[in-house]
């Protein structure tokens, strides 16, 4: 048994909607311990089991390991020279003209070897990790064939706290029928990922991309076999598709820059999550989605990276909180709730996102005892030690630093 | 000798209203060579000098060391708690009625030691350093007496890679007749702080602050001084700031969030440099000032993190890389420009900011090759190795990983 002392424990166990700090459920001088992948005791340091290795957390805060809801974490090619362009003032077709966008991401993909693709994905999965994330959600989408997908999917499944979603419906192949992928993407691709692994499914409803009725069809199919499915909705055009999240079923609705009052009550009668991405908005020049109604109307709010190399590519977790008060409107409480407990409420997954007795011991022992800090001297991670399914990563018994200042 | 070869070097000495990457004055596999403190050689690997030690860059980017012309690095007191108040929808005047504002700061600098200042400051610096910057302008300002604001200046003097500015005009000290302080600081302050070493001096133009007359006052003292004048002007409204900068010949006007173009058009016949600081405007959720009417005008822009615990503690070379371009419209070559050459030209500090032969051996090896790639895949610092002075820091010949991924 190990177990971390005399800390400050978020355990995340209180509500989303309340104000100040009651989201976090704040146990002071709190301890956290576990055997092997699972917590066995979360309460008073004064209350605790005696264990086989002790970390003084020495005051400092400490939180679930945080869980990113929305990645395309797996892809090859470098976008950053459509970047330049987009911020020299070319439009996005001028960009598609020279080669750029999805496909181009696509094609260098396809391109790319297994042993490529797998290891730029583990670094960029070991920068999260060293920051915190201790769940990564990482959707497939860059295929665009029934063999390319499933080499994706095969890539996503052999990589450590990682929950691989099919995105069959993110483009129309180049050359294809729509009509002829969404076809395949229902009645082929969709139970072969989830016979091989895929936890969830997702689409991408929007103009240019997919209609509600082809997302309809491939989301319905997901759950048919057994997937949790998401859905990209209302990111540039209000589409209804807060409304299609809530009426198949989905765990989450991402994106929702448009939604409507309309689509906002209908997650909340539905229960799901909604995953906002305001550093996508950032990185796109264009309005966050405000967190303020959907927690008005009581549906919980995630916040995921969108890490993906076309139109988000900043990776840092304390700046997904920054962009999540600043861009989006949550206090600082309110985002690590988001990026913990409503990280795992998007994927359905229950063993994580708050500390509580027979969860995965995945936490993180900050550099800091105020949470409110985090946000605030952003860009900077702070997470000193890193334990993910009770394997401990970081500099156990040697915490030095307070990046406090 | 040491030579760093096989570089995709960045001199900087292109002009930065140029389009495209005419700001960079790029040489393929170049080399830059130095001696003790100083470049001795910039140009083709080819024609390069045999040197004692050789990088081999590999194809990286080799840029000057980052200048950051405008940061508040010296302080205690931290205030994330005052952020989470405003996040939570208090008002300026709220936050100061509870305590905060910066005369919580003042009085958590003035009650702090020196080791302690000194120390939070160096861990601010060396955090910096290892981002690629080399040079940090630092003001004083939250001493508010003669005895402190001196006292800080010595605390920034004690600092590596430091240019020092007096900023007596900040706030007016709590239960100070404000004609007072203005007498004190142009009288008394001004000369003994130029005398110890200060390099520049600054003033607050803004209301609630310091009015135009009274930073005239300032300005006209420390340039008679013989320090360098600059000014923090039209953040919050459009106070002349600009045209009184100009007036008085200051070597910057920092913020601009509010200039009028009359503003611009005096800025640029003054040849004063316009110091934009997008990462406040983020913080405070404003409008950032954009860089085009700047540039158009012919006003050279720099970027500036504008560390401070109150109205900005995002800490990340590459987020002012990624705000400057997204927040302030700069393209990539042009935000890089701004934070080397131009940083250099708002201090006047014409042996640094390009790599030039004589120049000061300051420069950055990156983990990329694509200049482009900075301000994109944001939020992971890029800087492999970091040479200041001459000393190389970081991980000398063991150049591993590449963030390009």
New interface residues.
Partial sequence: MLIVRNARVATMTGAQAA??HAPLGLIEDGAVAWEGEKIVYVGPSAGAPRADDVIDARGRLVTPGFVDPHTHLIFAG????E??QR??GATYLEIAARGGGIRSTVEATRAASDEALL??AR??RA?MLRSGVTTVEVKTGYGLSVADELRLLGIALSLDGVVPTLLGLHAVPAGMDRARWVAQVVDELTPEAARLGARGCDAFLEQGAFTAAECRAALEAGARAGLVPHLHADQLTPGGGAQLAADVGCASADHLEQTSPEGIAALARAGTTAVLLPLAA??L?QQAAQAGPFLQAGVPVALGSNLNPGSQ????VS?LL?AG??LS?????QALWACTAGGARALRLDDRGVLSIGNRADLVIFSTS?P??L??????EHAEVVVSGGVVRGALGTLV?D???
């Fill in positions: 104000t100040g470098d976008r950053a020279g970047h330049a911020l020299a290891e730029s670094q960029r920068r950032f990185f020049r590519r900043i990776e840092s700046m920054a008060c600043l409107g949550l206090t600082p409480a105020d409110d800090h946000p605030y001297h952003a860009g900077v630093g990046t406090r200042d």
